[in-house]
């Protein structure tokens, strides 16, 4: 659902409305970097990222929306450790 809502988000900022990034997309991907990071914290026997697969795959493009987002609106460090955290075993 997040990523369906970021992705339409991302899809009307992007090519009509760029200034909505930060007010619209920006809190929609923070929370959703929330959830994960609580999920993988409070229930690392279960929770791995990353993997290209279900179940995981909306997690993954959520946090390679929130990278892409990072570099748009100049915060390069924080996109390249979202990068990073997509790379971890």
């Known amino acids: 659902m ?3 809502l970021s992705h339409a988000i991302s899809e009307l900022g992007l090519d009509r409305y760029p200034f909505l990034d930060r007010p619209l997309l920006k809190p929609l991907l923070d929370r ?5 990071r609580h999920a993988v914290v409070t229930h690392p026997e279960i929770v791995r990222l ?3 697969a279900e179940p995981n795959g909306s997690a993954l493009a959520l946090i390679a929306a929130a990278s892409a987002l990072a570099d748009r609106l100049g915060e390069t460090d924080y996109g390249r450790e979202l990068l ?3 790379d971890r075993p």
């Open 84 to 86: 990073e955290w997509l």
């Open 50 to 52: 990353p993997e290209d």
């Open 32 to 36: 959703a970097l929330a959830i994960i």
């Open 2 to 4: 997040l990523e369906d």
